[in-house]
C-alpha cells in the first residue's frame, strides 16, 4: 500500500497504535490530540518526523526474516487496511500473519525495532503499555486469539519474541472507549483537555489550538521583541528527538540504582567483580541565605557578590 493512501485511510477509523491516546495512556498518550488529528484539524506546529520511525519501517523485513529463523514458523504479508465487521471504527495495518501450526490458529505478528535503553527495559520489566493496547486492538479486528511481538535491538543484532493470548477485559475497555471515542469524532464534542502543565502539552503539535493563552505561543512574525531564525528548525528537531532517547536512558539507570540499593539493603560498603559500591549516609551542612538576608541584610551584603553567567534554556512555544 502506498503511503498516500495509508495516510487517507488511516482517517477514517482507530489503528493499532491509536488506542494508547484513548485512555491517556502516559508518556505520550491524548484523547484530544487523537480527536484533532482524526477530524482533520491543520496542527499549529509542524510535526515533527521522528527518525525511529524511518527506522521501524526500513527494518520491518529483517524482522520478519528473524523471527521465521528464531520460531520457523510461517508467516504471509497482508498487504491492505482490515476493518472490524462488528466495530466499523476498528482497523489495522498489520506487519505479518503467523500461518497455522499444530493446535494453533493462525495469529498476528507486530514487528519492533527498539534502542538499547527500550531492549533492556523491556527484557527486564515487559512490554509497554501502549503496545499491550495496539496487539488488543489488532486481536479484537481480526477476531484472531493470539499474537506474538517480534523485537529487535539492531546496533547489537539482539532479537526477543514472545506470544499474548485474547485477552476479553481489555477489548472490552477499547470497544467502550473506542466507540464512545469515535462518536466524538463524527459529532463532537472534543475530548477534555489534559493539564495545561501536563509534559505532553508542551510540545504538541496542536498545543496553540487547545490551551489557547494558557501555552505561550509566538507564531512567525508575531514577536516584534524575538527575532525569528528557522534555520536553527532542523537542529531542534535533532535535538528534541536525541532529547526522548535521554530520558528513556535516565529512567532506565534510576530504576537499575534502585535495584541495586534493595540489593544493599543496610550495607553501606561493597565489592563485586570490578566495581566498589558505596551507600554511606552523608551529613553536610546547609546554608540559608534567604534566611540571613533577612535577618542580618548588612552582613549578607558584605559577603554577598555578583557573578555573570549566560544559561542556556529551551521552552516550547
Ligand atoms: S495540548 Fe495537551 S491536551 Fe491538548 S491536544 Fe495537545 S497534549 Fe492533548
Not at 462518536?183 to 509534559?199: F, H, I, S, T, W
Not at 512574525?221 to 527575532?227: A, H, K, L, R
Not at 530504576?255 to 543496610?266: H, N, P, R, T, V
Not at 561493597?270 to 541584610?297: H, I, M, Q
Amino acid at each position: 500500500m502506498d503511503r498516500k493512501q495509508f495516510l487517507k485511510e488511516r482517517l477514517t477509523g482507530l489503528g493499532g497504535s491509536d488506542i494508547h491516546h484513548l485512555f491517556n495512556e502516559e508518556p505520550y498518550g491524548c484523547s484530544r490530540k487523537l480527536w484533532y488529528d482524526k477530524t482533520s484539524q491543520e496542527p499549529d506546529y509542524p510535526v515533527i518526523a521522528s527518525n525511529i520511525m524511518t527506522r521501524g519501517n526500513k527494518l520491518e523485513q529483517l524482522i520478519r526474516e528473524e523471527y521465521v529463523l528464531h520460531t520457523d514458523r510461517k508467516i504471509r504479508r497482508v498487504n491492505r487496511m482490515i476493518t472490524s465487521k462488528q466495530h466499523p471504527w476498528a482497523m489495522c495495518h498489520l506487519d505479518a500473519e503467523i500461518v497455522a501450526f499444530d493446535d494453533r490458529k493462525t495469529g498476528i505478528l507486530e514487528c519492533k525495532s527498539v534502542g538499547r535503553p527500550m531492549y533492556y527495559k523491556i527484557r527486564d520489566e515487559g512490554i509497554p503499555t501502549s503496545w499491550i493496547w495496539q496487539m488488543q486492538h489488532y486481536l479484537l479486528t481480526t477476531n484472531r486469539q493470539w499474537g506474538s511481538y517480534a523485537v529487535l535491538w539492531a546496533d547489537n543484532w539482539e532479537f526477543i519474541h514472545f506470544d499474548v493470548e485474547v485477552d476479553a477485559e481489555l477489548q472490552e475497555s477499547i470497544i467502550s472507549a473506542g466507540t464512545g471515542f469515535w462518536r466524538m469524532v463524527e459529532n463532537g464534542p472534543a475530548p477534555v483537555q489534559l493539564d495545561a502543565k501536563d509534559k505532553r502539552c508542551s510540545n504538541c503539535e496542536y498545543r496553540h489550538t487547545c490551551q489557547g493563552e494558557k501555552l505561550m505561543v509566538l507564531a512567525q512574525g508575531n514577536s516584534d521583541e524575538v527575532p525569528f531564525d528557522n534555520s536553527l528548525d532542523t537542529l531542534m528537531n535533532e535535538y528534541a528527538t536525541v532529547k526522548v532517547l535521554q530520558e528513556e536512558t535516565a529512567a532506565l539507570v534510576e530504576s537499575k540504582k534502585q535495584d541495586i540499593k534493595e540489593a544493599l539493603g543496610d550495607r553501606v560498603l561493597v565489592d563485586c567483580t570490578g566495581f566498589r559500591l558505596y551507600y554511606k549516609p552523608v551529613e553536610s551542612t546547609r546554608f540559608k541565605s534567604s534566611a540571613l538576608k533577612k535577618e542580618n541584610p548588612d552582613l549578607y551584603e558584605k559577603y554577598a557578590y555578583k557573578s555573570v553567567s549566560r544559561p542556556f534554556r529551551i521552552r516550547s512555544i
